[in-house]
Nanobody, 121 residues
């Protein structure tokens, strides 16, 4: 079994910062891409940022220049530093990782349980 456990969400004022963490644990042989998605009420889940094992990153246009994704491969952990937060960033943020539990098996998508981020004065 594989688990992704997120932490770091909360309530913050506009212009503030938060740092999300997501640690993968369990039966892990290797991890490919890790990333963050978010889902606001009444909207579909959308990509926020991704990071490959080699360090290549990709960001959604609304968060470019404000959010930074990073990862610690030794700890199987991905982070999302969110600066200059806006009310429209309010959503449940989900961690995602592509994981192999054994060699020569297919990559499987795993999701965290989600952490609420609320940006409000």
């Amino acid at each position: 079994q594989v688990q992704l456990v997120e932490s770091g969400g909360g309530l913050v004022q506009p212009g503030g910062s938060l740092r999300l963490s997501c640690a993968a644990s369990g039966s892990i042989f290797s991890i490919n891409t890790m990333g963050w998605f978010r889902q606001a009420p009444g909207q579909e889940r959308e990509l926020v940022a991704t990071s490959t094992t080699g360090g290549r990153t990709n960001y959604a246009n609304p968060v470019k220049g404000r959010f930074t994704i990073s990862r610690d491969n030794a700890k199987n952990t991905v982070y999302l530093q969110m600066n200059s937060l806006k009310p429209e960033d309010t959503a449940v943020y989900y961690c995602n990782a592509q994981i192999r539990s054994r060699a020569y098996t297919s990559w499987v998508d795993y999701w965290g349980q989600g952490t609420q981020v609320t940006v409000s004065s």
